[in-house]
């Protein structure tokens, strides 16, 4: 596996993140905080929140892919009430 820091640096602000392939954009890239371990990203019914580098597993397509099981409880949370206000 890549090294955090090496996946970090593949990242641009607008990229999309998952939870996992072939799933459903959980948020945006917004920032990526320089030198920290962390970027943040913007998900949609909870605003900007933090991410670890630590939770990213890949960085591919414009995608940010991530470890929900790496993230702080409350950006999992959020992550799963990204879709909340969506009607079907």
Do not use: W
Not at 1 to 22: E, H, N, P, W, Y
Not at 63 to 81: C, E, G, I, T
Request: net charge negative; aromatic share 6%; hydrophobic share 40%.
């Amino acid at each position: 596996m890549r090294m955090a820091s090496d996946l970090k640096s593949q990242i641009q602000v607008g990229f999309q993140v998952f939870t996992k392939d072939g799933g459903e954009e959980v948020g945006a890239v917004r920032d990526l905080c320089g030198r920290r371990p962390e970027i943040i990203v913007y998900v949609e019914n909870t605003g900007d929140v933090t991410l670890p580098v630590k939770a990213i597993t890949a960085v591919h397509y414009q995608k940010v892919m991530v470890d929900p099981a790496r993230l702080p409880p409350d950006v999992q949370r959020a992550f799963r009430r990204a879709h909340d206000s969506e009607e079907f």
